[in-house]
């Protein structure tokens, strides 16, 4: 049981370039976000899941794509990336049937720099 | 909408002393759970402790606890008997959990660092 997992751990970019970030989850939830993390901002959310082939935007979500093709995945698209997008992506995951007390799980975040 | 703000940007304490972190919260929906996650300097998200919104006592784990004052909306994260290891990012989160699929949101973080 792995848990979340991202891919890469880390990436350089340069601006203009596209990538796509991978978050895989093998705890079947149904529920899936992706965060940014900037110095001194905390976690923000881009974008969200609450089931296959679903998705929603977040507080973020300029500049991103994602899509839920497969329940167990989630990936964070960058069409052209800006300096303005390096930061720490974190990936994480919830279970739709549990209570309310149920947290988030979180992969282990992808450090992206753009130049 | 709903929001967490944590007002200390770094906290220093000796080991072995108790330090309270503090975190207000905003929100309209009378259904909420409040979270608090570690980061390490490793960077990954540890959960520590969670509070819900009609939870008639304060929640405790282990040397965690939280002060939940419902009145203030306030949920301070108290740690007792600090260790060295307990340097770190600490983080306040909200979920509103009257809807489904709903986000935790974040505070910006307070950065605890202990020394002997």
């Known amino acids: 049981n792995a848990g979340v997992t991202q891919t890469p751990k880390f990436r350089v970019l340069k601006t203009g370039q596209s990538m796509t970030l991978l978050c895989a989850q093998d705890m079947n939830h149904e529920y899936m976000y992706w965060y940014r993390q900037d110095p001194g901002m905390g976690l923000r959310l881009i974008h969200y899941s609450v089931g296959e082939g679903t998705t929603a935007k977040g507080e973020v979500p300029d500049g991103y794509n994602v899509s839920r093709l497969k329940k167990q995945n989630f990936l964070l698209g960058l069409e052209s990336a800006a300096p303005s997008q390096t930061s720490v992506y974190f990936c994480?995951?919830?279970?739709?049937?549990?209570?309310?007390?149920?947290?988030?799980?979180f992969g282990p975040g992808t450090r992206l720099t753009v130049t | 909408a709903q929001k967490i703000t944590q007002t200390q940007p770094g906290m220093f304490v000796q080991e072995k002393e108790a330090v309270t972190l503090d975190c207000t919260y905003d929100?309209?929906?009378?259904?909420?759970?409040l979270f608090w996650y570690k980061q390490p300097s490793s960077g990954e998200m540890i959960f520590l402790i969670y509070?819900?919104?009609?939870?008639?006592q304060n929640a405790t784990e282990g040397r965690y606890s939280l002060n939940f004052q419902k009145a203030r909306k306030s949920a301070n994260l108290v740690i007792s008997a600090s260790q060295l290891g307990d340097s770190a990012m600490y983080f306040c989160?909200?979920?509103?959990?009257?809807?489904?699929?709903?986000?935790?949101?974040f505070g910006k973080g307070t950065t605890l660092s202990v020394s002997s």
């Open positions: 509070q819900g919104s009609y939870d008639q």
């Open positions: 994480a995951s919830r279970d739709g049937l549990a209570s309310g007390s149920a947290g988030q799980y």
């Open positions: 929100t309209s929906d009378p259904s909420y759970g």
């Open positions: 989160a909200m979920r509103e959990i009257g809807q489904a699929g709903t986000a935790l949101i």
